[in-house]
């Protein structure tokens, strides 16, 4: 059976890409680069981001803790400096990301009868 595009995972992801995963603007993201040293994404020669997926997994993290907890930037960071919450609160993450998404699948269900 051929693969399809899906079934392969990239390596490197844009930072326009990775805005349209999270739903949030590109300056966004560069902000929160500069605000947390955990992100450390790749630069082109031309100066464009490439995000891995644990880059990926730590901004989900950060949006998390930041847009659905509401905790302020220095609470963000020091919460991810504690190894044992954050894992805890990723697992939170992924599972909030993997209900919005059945959320936007049954809204375009809704839409279309």
């Avoid at 947390?36 to 020669?45: D, G, M, N, Y």
């Avoid at 963000?76 to 990723?90: F, I, R, Y």
């Amino acid at each position: 059976m051929p693969y399809k595009e899906k079934d392969i995972e990239k390596l490197y992801y844009s930072i326009s890409e990775v805005a349209k995963m999270l739903d949030v603007n590109t300056s966004l993201i560069r902000f929160w680069e500069k605000e947390f040293p955990s992100l450390k994404p790749r630069k082109t020669a031309k100066g464009n981001r490439l995000f891995t997926q644990k880059d990926i997994e730590n901004l989900k993290l950060i949006y998390y803790l930041v847009k659905e907890k509401g905790f302020t930037l220095e609470g963000a960071k020091n919460k991810l400096k504690e190894g044992n919450v954050v894992v805890a609160t990723d697992k939170q993450a992924t599972l909030v990301t993997k209900l919005k998404e059945i959320r936007n699948f049954l809204q375009t269900l809704h839409d279309e009868i």
